[in-house]
């Protein structure tokens, strides 16, 4: 099983990135998927999910309306599109699978882990 981000760099502020997760070694439509950073010295936080079908999606309130959750069935990849960055967005950001759409919230429950790849957002 492999989780590969990617996508990840340096960007000023109100500026734009688009992660991306590549899932392989699983049944890929199976799988709801979460993304999740990690701020230094902050404890890990939910991002985004999109549920197995991609019908449903879920945003922290720190992000929404700025950043969009994607996926691509065909070719086992997850997307996170990130628009109008700012600095309190620089973190590592981390691709996560999880077999239930209904504990996207609980780090815990998720079953797979990605390395993580840095965004840093500069003002």
């Known amino acids: 099983v492999q989780l590969v981000e990617s996508g990840g760099g340096l960007v000023q502020a109100g500026g734009s990135l688009r992660l991306s997760c590549a899932a392989s070694?699983?049944?890929?439509?199976?799988?709801?998927f979460g993304w999740f950073r990690q701020a230094p010295g902050k404890e890990r936080e939910f991002v985004a999910a999109?549920?197995?079908?991609?019908?449903?999606?879920s945003y922290a309130d720190s992000v929404k309306g700025r950043f969009t959750i994607s996926r691509d069935n065909a070719k086992s990849m997850v997307y996170l599109q990130m628009d109008s960055l700012k600095p309190e967005d620089t973190a590592v950001y981390y691709c996560?699978?999880?077999?239930?759409?209904?504990?996207?919230?609980?780090?815990?429950?998720?079953?797979?882990w990605g390395q993580g790849t840095q965004v840093t957002v500069s003002s």
């Open positions: 999109i549920s197995q079908s991609g019908g449903s999606t």
């Open positions: 070694g699983f049944i890929f439509d199976d799988y709801a």
């Open positions: 996560a699978a999880d077999s239930s759409w209904k504990s996207i919230f609980e780090m815990r429950e998720y079953d797979w």
